[in-house]
């Protein structure tokens, strides 16, 4: 039996869980950054399963399921605290101003233009007409919320408020624990329930969807309620509270954690309620907000279990998670104390979003996420101008006790789509290919979908920290790297190519940071590839602290200017006990060539492969590069010589 289950992120979905574990029989504590900072608070309250006309069948049964659970859960929380949720089955009306194509299946109705405007009377004179759906409803989210928080109070769920979690730390397919801004903190299992936040903390493709609103007031000389139920119109709905506020939603704005509410927002929020009802126009502004839904790229949540065994997932509830929340706790509870997966949570399973099958109750993750250990990416062939037959010895490149036969590595980056980045990962014969955390985290442009792109089962993962600025957010984003590469089946991938540059123009590297963040990253264990200016010092020190590696640049990141730093990257060459990388700034496959040729061990080339006109063509003249100039350095080049040296010899001839 799991009995401490902790749980990051005091939402809906973790209040929720959190009361239903407590109340069979686990000790839970909630550790939240902010409980108000969350779209729980944020959100209208809406229970509208039908209204919302959900078109994917299993996220509509899971909707309607809790909604059907609705009204003996808000009555166990009531009598639990003695407070009102606000709980309001009052239907919803949707009212429209052009008359539908298609046919809402029950439990909706029509209403023509006549009976909508005798049911609802006040509505724009253009509504011509609108649905009924009577088993719809509201709750007041923000009290709701303060009800959950006093049952778990009172249940004696411990709280922990005002922690953020900045990492969860796994070995070997569990989570040993939450590193928090208050130290290191232990459970027997763990929930994510971190809303529009998740994937700071796991490479989940959970986004922020920033969403305005605004509360109107009822105003004194207005006797009775001139709404006692949802209009749900197009672009705006309109919800009455029985306290008398009308509060109205809510804009959907791609805009990552872009704070504060705008004129633009607002406007269009007005405009549009107050055509559907224009008496609203003379009511009182009581406040306006914003909140961030934690939307996922198919817009369906993320229930169930993990890849770790004592990790279990409930994000992404984007714009039901008021309505789901019964459901969410009573399923969550269900997988962490009775280790039961109701079928339905099958179709929420995180693994969705790879290439893999949905591993069974019974299996345990590890198929998903082993890889085989000699990586060839399936077209290396080309490239593989064997040594051996020329009697040289060459065992391969090994980083960190890994050995790859490519010496290339190459990026994502800067391709014009990503069939064209595919194909040249494949025509270069890499593999290892290096992925910007940040970047695939946020989708970036050009960034979409990256991560699921290639097969990780044969390329070997270099998480990179890209766009980090100071050894602390290095610091970070490479764990979030590791955690990248698990979800992404790569379960003992820890290598990370470290990137601090606080500098935009030349994109040079701070030796301090990138020292101060390779020591602290080896001691939590990563195999660290440092991507430095080409200091020999520098280098040596960071060798010193345990780096797997080290990536001098042979000129500024995507300046294709070839190889600036020959001297000193010969003098890292001569005095390395690790493999030598070059990395950033070749421009063609001759200085690719030349570097090897001068013993690098390796080369990580992007650029010049994502800008070349036909990239998989120049993809593949790379790969041929590093391996004639790998051979080459091997064959050991002829002196260089002062004067000529006739070629024919100069004894025998034949004269004439
Ligand atoms: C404008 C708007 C209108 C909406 N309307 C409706 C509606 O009518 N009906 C409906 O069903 N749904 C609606 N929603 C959607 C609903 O609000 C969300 O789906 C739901 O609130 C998500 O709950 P949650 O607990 O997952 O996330 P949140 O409520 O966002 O809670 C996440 C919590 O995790 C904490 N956290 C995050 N990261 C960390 C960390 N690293 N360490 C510690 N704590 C952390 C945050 O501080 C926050 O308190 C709306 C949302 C918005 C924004
Ligand atoms: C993708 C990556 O890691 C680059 O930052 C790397 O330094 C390669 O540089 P080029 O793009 O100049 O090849």
Same mark, same amino acid.
């Given at each position: ?181 208050? #130290? ?7 929930? /994510? *329930?971190? =809303?529009?936040?998740? !994937?700071?903390? %796991?490479?989940? $493709? +959970? ?96 229930? #169930? ?7 279990? /997932? *409930?994000? =992404?509830?984007?714009? !039901?998670?008021? %309505?789901?929340? $019964? +459901? ?329």
């Amino acid at each position: 039996m799991t009995n401490d289950v902790l749980i990051i992120g005091g939402g809906i979905i973790g209040l929720a869980c959190a009361v239903e574990l407590k109340l069979r029989g686990a000790n839970v504590t909630v550790v939240c950054r902010d409980f108000t900072a969350a779209a729980s608070h944020a959100a209208a309250g809406m229970l509208a399963p039908d209204a919302e006309n959900i078109a994917d069948a299993a996220m509509l049964d899971l909707c309607r399921r809790s909604l059907s659970l609705y009204p003996d859960w808000i009555s166990k929380l009531e009598e639990l605290t003695s407070l009102n949720t606000g709980y309001w089955p009052s239907g919803i009306f949707a009212p429209v101003y052009q008359s539908p194509i298609t046919n809402h299946q029950s439990p909706a109705y029509w209403l023509d233009k006549a009976a909508i405007h005798e049911y609802q009377p006040g509505l724009g004179a253009d509504v011509v007409g609108g649905w009924w759906y009577p088993e719809n409803g509201q709750v007041d989210n923000q009290a709701l919320v303060k009800v959950l928080r006093t049952a778990a109070e009172s249940l004696g769920v411990s709280f922990k408020d005002g922690v953020t979690v900045e990492a969860i730390a796994q070995q070997e397919g569990q989570v040993i624990g939450i590193q928090t801004n208050i #130290g290191f903190l232990r459970a027997d299992h763990y929930l /994510l *329930a971190a =809303g529009a936040w998740s !994937n700071q903390l %796991l490479p989940l $493709p +959970v986004r922020p969807r920033k969403g305005q609103m605004l509360r109107l007031r009822v105003p004194e000389f207005v006797q009775e309620l001139p709404l006692t139920r949802v209009l749900f119109g197009e672009n705006i709905y309109i919800v009455p509270r029985r306290n008398r506020s009308i509060v109205l939603g809510a804009t959907s704005e791609n805009v990552g954690f872009t704070p504060d509410n705008t004129p633009a927002g607002i406007q269009s929020l007005l405009q549009a309620a107050t055509r559907l009802f224009p008496q609203l126009a003379d009511y009182p502004i009581q406040e306006m907000w914003w909140g961030f839904r934690p939307a996922t790229s198919d817009e369906l949540p993320i229930l #169930g279990e993990s890849h770790c065994k004592n990790l279990t /997932l *409930a994000t =992404g509830h984007y714009r !039901n998670g008021i %309505l789901l929340a $019964p +459901v969410t706790a009573n399923l969550i509870a269900d997988v962490i104390l009775s280790k039961t997966t109701d079928p339905l949570f099958t179709h929420f399973h995180y693994s969705r979003f790879q290439n893999t099958p949905v591993p069974t109750q019974s299996s345990t993750t590890t198929s998903m996420l082993t890889h085989p250990a000699n990586f060839t990416n399936g077209h290396s062939k080309n490239l593989s101008l064997q040594p051996a037959e020329f009697n040289l010895q060459d065992s391969g490149l090994v980083i960190a006790g890994k050995t790859f036969q490519s010496r290339l590595m190459t990026g994502t980056g800067k391709y014009r789509s990503i069939d064209e980045m595919q194909k040249s990962v494949a025509a270069s014969g890499c593999q290892i290919v290096t992925v910007a955390v940040r970047r695939v985290q946020t989708n970036a442009p050009g960034h979409e979908g990256l991560a699921e792109a290639l097969d990780w089962g044969k390329i070997w993962m270099l998480p990179n920290t890209a766009g980090c600025q100071t050894a602390e957010e290095a610091i970070r984003v490479a764990r979030l790297g590791r955690e990248m590469a698990k979800l992404l089946g790569q379960e003992d991938n820890n290598f990370v190519k470290l990137e601090v540059i606080p500098d935009a123009k030349y994109l040079l590297p701070d030796p301090i940071g990138t020292l101060q963040a390779a020591e602290q990253l080896v001691k939590e264990g990563f195999a660290v590839l440092p991507y430095i200016n080409a200091d020999p010092m520098l280098a040596k020190r960071l060798e010193e602290v345990g780096c797997a590696t080290v990536m001098p640049l042979a000129a500024p990141i995507g300046s294709g200017q070839g190889l600036k730093t020959t001297a000193n990257i010969q003098i890292i060459i001569e005095n390395a006990t690790v493999p030598v990388v070059v990395d950033a700034g070749i421009g063609a496959p001759s200085e690719a060539a030349q570097a090897m040729e001068l013993g690098a061990d390796a080369l990580l080339i992007n650029s010049a492969i994502a800008l070349a006109e036909n990239a998989p063509a120049m993809a593949y003249a790379m790969g041929l590069a590093t391996v004639a100039g790998r051979i080459a350095y091997l064959a050991g080049r002829m002196p260089i010589k002062n004067y000529a040296s006739a070629s024919s010899p100069l004894t025998g001839t034949i004269t004439g």
